[in-house]
């Protein structure tokens, strides 16, 4: 696997609004090769937010978030090259079969490599179905098959939703011994989850709070 | 490796072809649609042709209206739109693929169909090679500038009915050039104009309605 | 120079400005359709063709004149809030709306009004008349779509992209329809043709036209005061002003 | 002026209808407007009062909350 043991993400001070409402206290922190984060916070406070506006996807922040010392939308290229986002939709399309989905997201990043994506399917104990169409999988089955994205597509920085979700006590397994290894590799990880995870080697937690509502009236000249 | 551009048409026109629905349901309209005026107006052959380049062109306009949203809504709502956007693919080539695989699985279709329904409503040769003209420069505009009200109404939910009312104003234009090329054919008169228009229509919208429609995307998936 | 620009750009000074500003423009309003109305109902001369009814001019004129002109002023306002990223503009395009509609509206219905001694029925597809109903459903369009989103920052850019759509579309759909209707027209009467206009009828339109601009700036500022405090109930200034009534 | 009487002003050649007709639409939808946009920003202001006691509950609630959690933790 090849990385670049130099690359660095790192906010500041940053908080995501939502219908003009900041949703939590700006939070601040900076990550480089093998470390991990998991954000918590209570339903509504904002975590798929945050994650989706540190992927670029949305714009609905305040503060900075950079990469490799530049701010992202300016590195867009060189920081989508590096990042892998699996959200609450996992992004397969139904009409395809397993195997197909899965080589048009390497096709997009310019590669391809059949053995690779069999070796995930394989581990993920699905390699049986891989020629199946996604839209005959069990929910469970699916966000497996999302999650063969991570070994298929070697990439250093893994932000995940929730990928806990519908995975049997073996898969969780699975998840966390991937994740270990891709630390150990000089990975990052940002993952968000309820249940507390034990098995991610020096996974840092990152706690959303609400906002305090008075506070922000101190931003006397509007927001942004 | 093929360009990233025809690998992403080919996948759209794959995925769609799957699920037939998208290229079956919006010819079967044109033709029931079509089908229904002479049952509602008049069965008399000469005032039958004198309205046909107008239904052709509405039933056409509506189908690929109709169209529109297979395309798009799935995709964004199963989170393949953001993986795109993620994969550093520019939202304007996920637009014109978008488009040109709409146009081949739905456009291309009616162009082909629409001799039949100016047989059925009794237009003569001419004014069928015209309409066939007309609907092949016409249609893939509708499918670009449809695009863009698609992205616009992607994440909303009566985005059916607010796409109708953002498009249809949008699509006069080309409706009144479409049909009035296929009604000057019929009557024997010049028709090249409303084709050289319909031309100059298409061009303008292959530059503009990608940017527009990319950046009414990201806002949609903001 | 540049001061006084970014000074425009911030909701407060706005704010405060449009309140310095409302009170004339209140009254220009008035004065200036007390004289319109005077000027377009007592002092101008009948036409020879059409009597009295030119009278209708006066009133459908500026009305079709301020739709297309706060069209453009929508679209302009709504693209430099969408590149520049200023909120005042959006501010100022999502304003406009309602108000060029209602414009649009009175353009049709006087229209329509006109029509029947003119042409002896309420509606007749002439190009001006179709126009106007295009133009009618392109700002539905606008308010619609800025409705369907929660959030008032994504809304104000997506509209901002339907208005500049539009603002491109508008030229072809107006050449479209004109053309169209030269294709279809039978023999009525264009009721805009005039070899030349008498001076005291065009004293009258003149009058009006401003009388509608100073009007619609008027409206404009109120609205523009409403939604300010919408959006920035978050600033302390909002609230120290809503609060301390 | 162009009018004799009164009258004739009313009547406008026959077409007093029609002219008067738009002449009240567009006046009356005109002041209306005038009127509803005027009103606009004193409604905001009520709502937002509202709207500030809304939050305002809230956030003392979130930092009674958040307190109890403290004590507890101690």
């Known amino acids: 696997m090849q990385q670049k043991p130099d690359n660095r993400l790192k906010i500041e001070n940053l908080t995501v609004f939502r219908s003009e409402l900041p949703l939590f206290e700006p939070v601040s922190f900076s990550m480089k090769a093998g470390e991990a984060i998991q954000i918590k916070g209570t339903n509504g406070s904002g975590k798929t937010s945050l994650l989706r506006c540190l992927c670029g996807l949305s714009h609905r922040h305040q503060g900075l978030i950079r990469w490799n010392d530049a701010n992202i939308d300016d590195v867009k290229d060189d920081f989508y090259a590096h990042l892998l986002y699996i959200g609450h939709a996992l992004g397969l399309k139904p009409k395809l079969s397993i195997e197909q989905n899965l080589d048009f997201y390497q096709q997009l990043r310019f590669t391809q490599d059949q053995a690779i994506i069999l070796q995930a399917l394989e581990q993920l104990k699905i390699g049986a179905y891989h020629d199946e169409l996604v839209g005959n999988l069990s929910a469970g089955q699916k966000r497996r098959v999302a999650l063969a994205r991570i070994i298929s597509e070697p990439v250093s920085l893994w932000v995940l939703d929730e990928p806990m979700v519908a995975l049997d006590v073996e898969g969780q397994a699975w998840l966390e011994r991937a994740c270990n290894q891709h630390l150990a590799d000089g990975g990052m990880i940002i993952l968000t989850s309820h249940q507390t995870i034990e098995g991610i080697n020096g996974l840092t937690e990152l706690r959303l709070n609400e906002t305090n509502w008075k506070e922000t009236y101190l931003m006397d000249e509007g927001l942004a | 490796m093929s360009s990233p551009l025809w690998s992403l048409v080919k996948r759209e026109i794959s995925v769609v072809l799957r699920s037939q629905s998208e290229f079956v349901y919006p010819l079967a309209f044109f033709i029931i649609v079509t089908s229904l005026f002479p049952l509602a107006v008049t069965p008399d052959p000469v005032q039958l042709a004198f309205l046909a380049p107008g239904i052709i062109w509405v039933a056409a306009l509506l189908s690929i209206l109709l169209s529109l949203n297979g395309f798009y809504q799935a995709d964004y709502e199963e989170g393949g739109l953001e993986q795109l956007l993620l994969a550093g693919v520019p939202g304007s080539s996920i637009v014109i693929a978008k488009s040109a695989a709409n146009w081949l699985v739905t456009g291309l279709p009616l162009v082909m169909i629409a001799p039949l329904i100016g047989v059925l409503f009794n237009i003569d040769m001419q004014a069928n090679w015209v309409a066939m003209l007309s609907l092949l420069l016409g249609t893939p505009t509708l499918c670009l500038i449809g695009s863009i009200g698609m992205c616009l109404t992607l994440g909303l939910r009566n985005g059916g009915v607010l796409l109708t009312l953002l498009v249809l104003p949008l699509f006069i234009p080309v409706l009144i050039f479409g049909a009035s090329a296929v009604q000057a054919a019929s009557i024997g008169l010049d028709y090249s104009g409303q084709l050289a228009i319909l031309g100059a229509l298409l061009i303008l919208s292959i530059i503009l309605a990608p940017h527009a429609g990319a950046a009414a995307m990201k806002i949609s998936i903001d | 120079m540049w001061t006084w620009f970014y000074q425009l750009a911030s909701p407060k000074w706005f704010y405060q400005f449009s309140n310095k500003l409302l009170p004339w423009f209140r009254a220009a309003t008035f004065i200036l359709f007390a004289a319109g109305l005077a000027l377009g109902l007592l002092f101008s001369p009948l036409d020879y063709q059409q009597g009295n009814t030119v009278r209708i001019l006066y009133i459908h004129v500026p009305a079709a004149f301020l739709s297309m002109f706060v069209y453009v002023l929508m679209a302009l306002s709504g693209g430099i809030g969408f590149i520049w990223r200023i909120k005042m503009a959006h501010i100022v395009s999502v304003s406009c709306a309602p108000i060029g509609a209602i414009f649009t509206l009175l353009a049709l219905i006087t229209g329509a009004i006109w029509g029947k001694p003119t042409w002896g029925t309420y509606w007749v597809w002439d190009a001006r008349l179709t126009s106007f109903l295009i133009l009618l459903f392109l700002y539905l369009g606008f308010m619609a779509l800025h409705n369907a989103f929660d959030d008032r920052k994504t809304a104000d850019r997506a509209a901002a992209i339907l208005a500049l759509v539009g603002l491109v579309n508008i030229p072809i759909i107006h050449f479209s329809v004109e053309w169209w209707n030269s294709l279809h027209q039978g023999a009525t009467i264009s009721k805009f043709e005039k070899p030349s206009m008498d001076a005291d009828m065009l004293k009258a339109l003149l009058t009006m036209i401003v009388a509608f601009q100073v009007y619609f700036v008027t409206v404009l500022l109120q609205r523009v005061k409403a939604e300010i405090l919408l959006r920035e109930k978050l600033s302390g200034w909002v609230k120290k002003l809503v609060t301390n009534q | ?74």
Do not use: P, T
């Open chain 4, 1 to 74: 002026m162009y009018f004799q009487s009164f009258k004739e002003f009313i009547e406008m050649g026959g077409h007093g209808f029609y002219v008067w007709l738009c002449y009240g639409v567009v006046l009356s939808g005109l002041v209306s407007y005038f009127i509803y946009s005027k009103q606009l920003a004193k409604r905001n202001q009520r709502n937002l009062i509202k709207f500030y006691k809304r939050m305002d509950a809230r956030s003392q609630l979130n930092a009674n909350n958040q307190l109890n959690a403290n004590n507890e933790a101690q």
